[in-house]
């Protein structure tokens, strides 16, 4: 084990920061220029069990609490968050590399979402259902599943944590959350906070460590009644299947491979602030950044010009400089996998606008890159991106676009921009996606339905949706 220079951080189990029980850390480096700015324990399946058992002697305590004694713990945790919001922003910045801006909006959405459910328990109500016998009377009511584990990814590495953990703790889960291994100093920050507003504890635990090993306890402990993940579809698949054997309740947020269509009546300047922001939104690594622009071929020169012009006022950077709106890709396969998809489109004849390489130096930080002329045989138009690269391509009718934004396995979010309410209701109802942003490149919101189609997962978060995948429907049938 090599030595840190860095004081090392700790996981949260049943109440008390706890070291790993092998002493192993792992290092956390800032992205935009490779440095080590923290070591956090590294731990396994042990501690994982360990979490899943507190969670387990907490449970019935917190489930017992009426929802207005969860929810107001849930409000002093939303206060604390707001108070900390620049602290948070800038753990937030320093190990995930989004500009300091974007992670302070990061924070504000992910205490939208505790404040949120620090309500919607309380709305969680059952039904008194006619009976078919008058002797009868048949009553529903909501309950918590139980012991949930939760498992999130780096590119929002609070509020994905807050999505899944808020109404989770609204609807009386107890939780573990397994954080990115890149991003977890966030999750350590907002942990503390959940300490400082009295959550009891074992009611949330925070393990960090190998994924494999905690994923596999996550999956064969009975303990564990549902499991919550954003991630890879390949991961999300994983833990699909491993779910299987003791039939644990799932929700999967996977990957995306968003279309965006600019029809010939948008408002162009409208369009093109919209696919920049969804496009370079944290480096473009969302899983519903616009990844195939579609622009009718009447209007793809204005269009193109426009977007070039707007994109100059772009400026990469380190987060932490205050002019910086595109940070650094998080790491160095990352990159990799960037320059794969350009060079594949620069093969196959797509023109290359600008940038097109990655930036020479300590952080991972690829040039903001457009190309057009890109065609459905490119990689492209097959893979998600995950960077700063702004492909365009052409379409003629309302009928070929539709038919190949559909083409693909993925269905999260979509987007189109028109002025006709026409295409309104046809193009939205064409549009196999769970998410569609009409003139609108921002559609997540703490209370409405964030969540995909296909293979892009299963269940929803935010909002009334996503309470409901933290409970289970009872009923009682009476007999007078
Ligand atoms: P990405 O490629 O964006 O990092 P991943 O799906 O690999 O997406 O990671 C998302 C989250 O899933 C992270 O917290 C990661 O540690 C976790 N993870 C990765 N592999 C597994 C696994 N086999 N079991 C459980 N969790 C995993």
Not at 22 to 38: D, K, M, R, W, Y
Not at 199 to 214: M, T, Y
Not at 234 to 246: F, I, M, P, T
Not at 324 to 351: C, F
Request: charged share 25%; glycine share 8%; with cysteine.
């Amino acid at each position: 084990m090599v030595e840190t220079q860095h004081s090392v951080e700790k996981m949260y189990i049943d109440g008390e920061w706890e070291a790993s029980l092998s002493g192993e850390f792992l290092e956390v480096v800032n992205p935009a220029n490779n440095e080590t700015i923290g070591s956090v324990a590294y731990g396994g399946r042990k501690e994982a069990s360990r979490a899943i058992q507190a969670a387990e002697n907490s449970f019935m305590n917190w489930k017992n609490l009426t929802a207005k004694e969860r929810g107001s713990i849930l409000e002093e945790i939303y206060n604390l968050m707001i108070q900390e919001r620049k602290e948070l922003a800038y753990t937030l910045t320093l190990e995930q590399g989004k500009p300091l801006k974007e992670a302070e909006g990061e924070i504000n959405q992910a205490a939208d979402f505790v404040k949120w459910y620090a309500e919607e328990g309380k709305r969680l109500y059952g039904n008194v259902i006619p009976q078919s016998d008058s002797d009868k009377r048949i009553l529903t009511w909501y309950e918590p599943v139980g012991v949930t584990a939760a498992i999130t990814p780096w590119n929002f590495p609070i509020s994905m944590v807050t999505r899944k953990l808020a109404p989770a703790l609204s609807a009386g889960c107890t939780v573990v959350l397994k954080p990115a291994e890149a991003t977890p100093l966030s999750a350590i920050k907002l942990f503390e906070l959940f300490e400082r507003a009295g959550l009891p504890k074992g009611v949330a635990n925070l393990v960090i460590g190998d994924p494999i090993d905690i994923g596999e306890e996550f999956l064969t402990n009975k303990t564990v009644k549902k499991i919550s993940f954003t991630g890879s579809t390949e991961v999300g698949k994983k833990l699909y299947r491993g779910s299987a054997d003791h039939v644990k309740r799932v929700s999967l947020e996977l990957g995306g491979h968003a279309p965006f269509i600019v029809f010939d009546d948008a408002d162009l300047e409208q369009a093109v602030e919209g696919v920049l922001q969804s496009k370079f939104r944290n480096a473009g690594q969302t899983c519903v950044s616009a990844n195939r622009i579609y622009v009718q071929k009447n209007i793809v020169n204005d269009f193109t010009d426009l977007l070039i012009q707007r994109f100059q006022e772009m400026k990469m950077g380190n987060g932490l400089n205050e002019d910086t709106t595109i940070g650094p890709v998080i790491n160095k396969s990352a990159i990799e996998k960037i320059q794969k998809q350009v060079e594949d489109a620069q093969n196959k004849n797509a023109n290359l606008m600008l940038g097109g390489k990655p930036v020479d130096g300590e952080g991972f930080f690829f040039e903001p890159t457009i190309l057009t002329n890109v065609t459905d045989d490119m990689l492209m138009s097959k893979e998600e991106t995950f960077g700063p690269v702004l492909g365009v391509w052409t379409f003629d009718t309302d009928e070929e676009v539709i038919k190949r934004a559909n083409n693909t396995d993925y269905g999260l979010a979509s987007y189109f921009y028109t002025q006709s309410l026409k295409r309104t209701y046809q193009i939205s109802e064409g549009l196999e996606y769970g998410i569609i942003g009409l003139n609108d490149p921002n559609p997540a919101v703490a209370q409405a339905p964030f969540g995909g189609f296909k293979e892009s997962g299963i269940g929803r978060e935010g909002g009334f949706y996503g309470i409901q995948e933290f409970v289970d429907v009872k009923y009682l049938s009476i007999k007078l």
